[in-house]
């Protein structure tokens, strides 16, 4: 079993910033390809950005694409959504995810068996 934890959020005005993190649990973290999603309110949850196991591939949403960057640290258990340029629309909850398979499918949440908890990103215009 492996458990995600997700940090970082907060409110930031537009324009602004934001590093989340991901720590998880177990020593075969290496072994997960891993993925961010989002959830708006009224909305369903959306497809960010993920990363393969080793890292040297990566993924995302054309809504994100040149702003958001995705990476990881697998001697530290855990992977980073480093978000630039932020809009009101990126207003959501973060949640962290990984696959014990593999993510041909990335932008499904169908590919991923383990979920964090969320982090909530607030972005003030």
């Known amino acids: 079993q492996v458990q995600l934890v997700e940090s970082g959020g907060e409110l930031v005005q537009a324009g602004g910033s934001l590093r989340l993190s991901c720590l998880a649990s177990g020593r075969t973290f290496s072994s997960y390809p891993m993925g961010w999603f989002r959830q708006a309110p009224g909305k369903e949850r959306e497809f960010v950005a993920a990363i393969s196991r080793s890292g040297a591939a990566t993924y995302y949403a054309d809504s994100v694409k040149g702003r958001f960057t995705i990476s990881r640290d697998n001697a530290k258990n855990t992977v980073y959504l480093r978000m630039n340029s932020l809009k009101p629309e990126d207003t959501a909850v973060y949640y962290c995810?990984?696959?014990?398979?593999?993510?041909?499918?990335?932008?499904?949440?169908?590919?991923?068996?383990?979920w964090g908890q969320g982090t909530q990103v607030t972005v003030s215009s």
């Open positions: 995810a990984g696959s014990v398979g593999s993510i041909i499918y990335y932008a499904q949440k169908t590919s991923y068996d383990y």
